[in-house]
């Protein structure tokens, strides 16, 4: 079992930057690969950003490409997603993933941390 808190969220103005973290305990979670999604309201939850354990590979969406920097620190079990130029339609619930075997942009991970509300005002 894998848990996950993620922190860091807050309200923001346009143009701001914000840097999530998400701290994993349980298993060996240094082995897990990690993502981070988001959730507006009245939306489906879509992918943000992904990190593999294993050969570094990262992915991000299209939208936040350029401006959000997804990183790990496999010591202290923590992911981060540092958050630049956050525009309106960043506003949402972000949450943190893990999964031992699948890495992707798919509804796919195995664990999920409870969310951390990003508000950014125009």
């Known amino acids: 079992q894998v848990q996950l808190v993620e922190s860091g969220g807050g309200l923001v103005q346009a143009g701001g930057s914000l840097r999530l973290s998400c701290a994993a305990s349980?298993?060996?979670?240094?082995?897990?690969?990690m993502a981070w999604f988001r959730q507006a309201p009245g939306k489906e939850r879509e992918f943000v950003a992904a990190?593999?354990?294993?050969?570094?590979?990262?992915y991000y969406a299209g939208s936040v490409k350029g401006r959000f920097t997804i990183s790990r620190d496999n010591a202290k079990s923590t992911v981060y997603l540092r958050m630049n130029s956050l525009k309106p339609e960043d506003t949402a619930v972000y949450y943190c993933?893990?999964?031992?075997?699948?890495?992707?942009?798919?509804?796919?991970?195995?664990?999920w941390g409870q969310g951390t509300q990003v508000t950014v005002s125009s």
């Open positions: 993933a893990a999964d031992s075997s699948y890495f992707g942009t798919a509804y796919e991970y195995d664990y």
């Open positions: 990190i593999s354990w294993s050969d570094g590979r990262i």
């Open positions: 349980g298993r060996t979670t240094s082995r897990y690969h």
